[in-house]
């Protein structure tokens, strides 16, 4: 019964949506109804899937992008105090500078779009799955530590098989904030880029819609970001999932 | 084999663990350090294996100090990495020196675990777990093995199943053991020498030598010996 409870609240929100703008008279051009919404989108599938696409494209390379260099820094700082001390400040000052300022810049000096986008998206993504992953690290049990130092394990064998086995569920739940944070990223890229044409993504689908207007296209493609961040938490929460449950 | 002379060990905060322990290991021994909770025998079991150091005093070795893979640990806990299987956890000391892992498997069929090589420790109990961490720290043949009371978490009866499992393969292996418990029946049952430890800042308060072996818990040696320890440690708690 509990399954399908948000399907049902869902429904029952969406109904309620519907039945408030009739009763009420809101124009289509203030709030869409579900059924506007759902029509603007079937007016140009095509496009709005292609759309999403791109964002998506984004979305993973970012991503992947995140979690190379966020392991890899987490594991650099494991291996020596000094990359500790080196790494841990710029991290920081990556999280908590705002994308949105440093991105016009990344425009000019990356030059590619694509690229840009990926790189905006990435400092996005990137903190979640750095910060779990050296805390994961950081967490291998002390006695384990002991036993790797008597039988005169190297720092790197103690890394690889010790330490990052053991930062693994950190890791996952890091990377499912960092999936919806790349998206976010990705979003927040083409806004500030701006990158239009054929192989734009939805970011500028809004901003092409409400130029024009098109009030219930922009919310088509707001639920479409909706569904692909509800899609990439289910899909990294289920990977997640499978490899605990296949190693323990 | 090992001589620690008037160690000194004292924790940041002030609090003095150990105080002018003195006393020697020696080769073939079955060490225990018996006392109370909080009295040092882990600290103690700790800077033997060189995981910690004194502040005064020196551990100084017939020999050379030993090295990696002479000496096994067994915890308190069975720490397994859980997300290797039994074979793998137990080979781990040799896989870390590059060596040959047969002989895990060897040692997990001696402790009774053949047929669970491929097992993860979340599907074991409690005392299997025990008996792969044993076979982890006896695969690489140390020549010195120390327990930080490797069975008090565990039930009566595996307790008792594993003393008899370990007394056996501590006279096989020949290696030196130092048990650490707080146990005077288990103590009295185990040991070739008892070392009593004063409570905090710990000492060696006494040590006691058993050359007879215990055939059964309730004969009469085993019965000697508790006395023995019990006497020990209640003049420990006089003095």
């Known amino acids: 019964m509990n399954r399908f409870a948000p399907v049902v609240s869902f429904a029952a929100a969406l109904a309620a949506w519907q039945l408030a703008v009739w009763g009420l008279h809101v124009p289509s051009y203030l709030v869409p109804g579900p059924l506007a919404i759902g029509g603007a989108f079937l007016a140009d599938p095509g496009g709005l899937l292609r759309a999403l696409l791109a964002t998506l494209m984004v979305t993973a390379a970012s991503l992947a992008a995140a979690c190379f260099a966020g392991v890899l820094l987490a594991c650099a700082m494991a291996a020596n105090p000094w990359a500790r001390a080196l790494i841990k400040p710029w991290a920081v000052i990556l999280q908590v500078t705002p994308v949105v300022a440093v991105a016009p810049l990344i425009v000019v000096w990356v030059g590619n779009p694509f690229a840009a986008m990926v790189l905006c998206a990435t400092i996005v993504a990137f903190f979640p799955v750095f910060a779990n992953t050296a805390a994961g690290l950081e967490a291998a049990p002390p006695e384990l530590l002991d036993l790797f130092r008597l039988s005169g394990a190297g720092r790197w064998q103690e890394i690889w098989l010790l330490r990052l086995p053991a930062a693994l569920p950190y890791f996952l739940a890091g990377l499912r904030v960092s999936g919806g944070l790349a998206l976010v990223g990705a979003v927040v890229a083409e806004f500030v880029t701006g990158a239009g044409g054929a192989a734009s993504g939805l970011a500028f689908r809004i901003l092409e819609a409400g130029y024009r207007l098109q009030v219930p296209r922009m919310f088509a493609c707001l639920a479409l970001l909706s569904a692909a961040g509800l899609a990439i938490n289910a899909a990294l929460g289920a990977v997640s999932s499978a490899v605990l449950a296949r190693r323990s | 084999m090992l001589h620690l002379e008037n160690i000194v060990r004292r924790y940041p905060n002030g609090v003095t663990a150990l105080e002018a322990v003195d006393f ?43 090295g990696p893979g002479d000496i096994g640990f067994v915890f308190q806990d069975p720490t397994l990495m859980p997300w290797a299987t039994a074979a793998e956890n137990a080979a781990l000391p040799l896989r870390l020196r590059g060596l040959d892992p047969t002989p895990a498997h060897a040692m997990l069929a ?78 009295a049952f185990l040991a070739t020498r008892v070392a009593v430890m004063s409570p905090r800042p710990g000492r060696i308060a006494a040590t006691h030598g058993f050359t007879e072996p215990v055939g059964e818990r309730l004969d009469a040696t085993f019965a000697a010996r508790v006395a023995i320890l019990t006497q020990s440690l209640a003049a420990q708690r006089a003095g």
């Not at chain 2, 060490?31 to 882990?42: E, H, I, N, W, Y």
């Open chain 2, 24 to 66: 020697r290991i020696e080769t073939g021994d079955f060490l225990v350090l018996l006392g109370p909770s909080g009295c040092g025998k882990s600290t103690l079991l700790r800077l033997i294996a060189g995981l910690d150091q004194p502040q005064q005093g020196r551990l100084a070795w017939d020999s050379a100090p030993l």
């Open chain 2, 110 to 187: 001696r402790v009774g675990l053949a047929g669970f090589e491929t097992v993860r420790p979340s599907k074991l109990s409690g005392g299997m777990r025990m008996r792969v961490s044993i076979a982890r720290a006896l695969a690489p043949r140390p020549r010195l093995l120390l327990m930080d009371e490797p069975f008090a978490a565990l039930d009566e009866f595996t307790r008792h199943l594993l003393q008899e499992d370990l007394r056996a393969l501590a006279k096989e292996s020949g290696c030196t053991t130092v048990f650490v418990t707080h146990s005077i029946y288990e103590a």
